[in-house]
C-alpha cells in the first residue's frame, strides 16, 4: 500500500472559513469588493497595529490585492521606480520578490545573505549602493525579505536606507505572525507586502497585501488595483491601471483564517522543535534559529543546513531523495536569483553565502496540520537515511 504524501506545508482551515464565505452568497456579494474584503483589511491592519504598550509606532494600512507579487508591483510603482531604475534586491528569494522590477523595465542589482537570517547583508547592501552611486545610478528602492519568516536584520538595514535615502520594501511574503523586538514584520518598510498563497501561514487561496504607513498611499494602490478609474460618471483612466483587487469571497477566506494564525504560528514554530530535538543527535545537521531572542520567527519552513563532510557523504541533496521515496517532500532553499538564466546579466554583490546555503540547504515538512503519525513517519525516514 501506498503511504499517504506528507506535504512541505499545506492549506490549514480552521473551521470559520466556510461561514464568511456562506454570508457572501447569501448577500450576493461576489465581485472583487464587499464586506469581507474591507473586513480583511480592518483584522490585518489591528494585527499588524497590536505593539506592545509601551511603544508609539506608526500605524499601518492595509490593501488587500489579488497576489504578493502584485503588491510588490504596486509597491514599486508607488515609490516611483520606472524603465532604467536600479532596485537592489535580495538574491536568495523567491523569483517574484524580483520578477516586478522586471515588469516596469528596471533593473535588479542582487545583495547577497549574511548566515545568522539569511537575509539581506548589510555589508554587501551599503557596498552596492556605494558602487552603484559611484557609477551615476543612485538605487531606487530596497527589497527586504524575510526569508522562511526569519526577521532580517531590521536595524542595520533601516540604517542604511536613512543614510542613503533609499526606501525600503519589505517583502514579508513568508513572515505574517513573526516580529522583532515585539513589532510584527510587515510594518518595518516603507511598503510592506503579505502573500496568502495556498502553502503561507495562513491562506486565501491565493492572495496578498500591501502595507503602507498611510491612508494616502493604501487609497493609491486601491485605485491603481482597480484599473485605475477616474472619479467620474463614465470610464476615465488618466493612468494605467491593474486587476489586483482581492474579491470578496477570497477575503471571507482569510477572515476565518485570521481567527487562527496565532495558532498556526505556535503549530509550526513546535515543528521547528521537533527537528531541533531529532538532529541534536546527528552530527553535521544544524537547524536554523532565532539569532537572539529579539527575533521571533513564525517559521514558517523549517530549514536545515548539512555538512556532507561529517555525515559519511550524505548531503541535502541525498536526504531529499530519500525522503521522495518515502512519500515525504522536502525541497532545497531557493535557488539565489543571480544564478537564475533570466536574470544572468543582473549585477550581484557578495561573498557566495547564498550560493553556500542553496547548495547544502533544505526545507522539510513544516505545516500547522502535520500530526504525530506523521512526525513518527518523517524521524524513522530520516534516521533511517543517516544510519544507511
Not at 452568497?25 to 472583487?32: E, T
Not at 541534536?280 to 529579539?294: H, M, T, W
Not at 517532500?329 to 536569483?337: A, F, N, V
Request: aromatic fraction near 10%; hydrophobic fraction near 35%; charged fraction near 25%.
Amino acid at each position: 500500500m501506498n503511504k499517504e504524501k506528507i506535504w512541505l506545508s499545506s492549506p490549514h482551515m480552521g473551521g470559520t472559513e466556510q461561514d464568511y464565505i456562506k454570508q457572501a452568497f447569501d448577500k450576493n456579494w461576489i465581485a472583487p469588493l464587499g464586506p469581507n474584503v474591507n473586513g480583511f483589511e480592518e483584522d490585518l491592519k489591528s494585527y499588524l497595529n497590536s505593539f506592545p504598550q509601551e511603544d508609539e509606532l506608526e500605524e499601518s494600512y492595509v490593501a488587500a490585492l489579488s497576489s504578493g507579487t502584485a503588491a510588490l508591483h504596486l509597491a514599486l510603482i508607488i515609490l516611483g521606480v520606472g524603465a532604467g531604475d536600479e532596485v537592489l534586491c535580495q538574491s536568495m528569494t523567491f523569483a517574484a520578490s524580483a520578477n516586478p522590477i522586471a515588469y516596469l523595465g528596471a533593473i535588479p542589482v542582487f545583495i547577497d545573505s549574511e548566515r545568522e537570517t539569511l537575509n539581506l547583508s548589510p555589508i554587501a547592501l551599503e557596498e552596492a549602493i556605494i558602487d552603484r552611486i559611484a557609477k551615476g545610478k543612485t538605487p531606487k528602492a530596497i527589497i527586504a525579505v524575510h526569508l522562511y519568516g526569519m526577521p532580517y536584520k531590521v536595524e542595520e538595514i533601516k540604517n542604511i536606507s536613512k543614510k542613503y535615502n533609499i526606501p525600503v520594501i519589505e517583502d514579508s511574503a513568508e513572515a505574517l505572525g513573526s516580529s522583532y523586538k515585539g513589532q510584527k514584520c510587515g510594518t518595518f518598510g516603507d511598503m510592506g507586502v503579505l502573500s496568502f498563497n495556498g502553502n503561507k501561514i495562513i491562506t486565501t487561496s491565493g492572495g496578498g497585501a500591501l502595507v503602507t504607513r498611510n491612508n494616502v498611499s493604501k487609497q493609491k494602490a486601491v485605485y491603481l488595483a482597480t484599473q485605475a478609474r477616474d472619479d467620474a460618471p463614465h470610464y476615465q483612466h488618466s493612468e494605467i491601471g491593474y486587476n489586483y483587487r482581492m474579491s470578496n469571497i477570497s477575503a471571507g477566506i482569510g477572515r476565518g483564517q485570521m481567527e487562527i494564525l496565532d495558532k498556526h504560528v505556535a503549530l509550526r514554530r513546535e515543528m521547528n522543535e521537533f527537528y531541533k530535538n531529532l538532529f541534536a543527535s546527528i552530527d553535521g545537521v544544524e537547524v536554523f534559529k532565532e539569532p537572539s531572542k529579539e527575533y521571533f520567527c513564525n517559521n514558517w519552513l523549517s530549514i536545515i543546513s548539512v555538512d556532507k563532510t561529517q555525515t559519511n557523504g550524505i548531503s541535502s541533496e541525498s536526504l531529499r531523495l530519500w525522503l521522495e521515496k518515502e512519500n515525504i517532500e522536502s525541497r532545497p532553499l531557493w535557488k539565489p536569483m543571480h544564478l537564475q538564466p533570466v536574470f544572468a546579466a543582473s549585477p550581484f554583490y557578495g561573498s557566495g553565502i547564498s550560493e553556500e546555503f542553496f547548495e547544502n540547504g533544505l526545507c522539510l515538512p513544516s505545516g500547522s496540520n502535520l500530526t504525530d503519525d506523521d512526525r513518527n513517519r518523517i524521524e524513522s525516514s530520516i534516521r533511517k537515511c543517516f544510519k544507511s
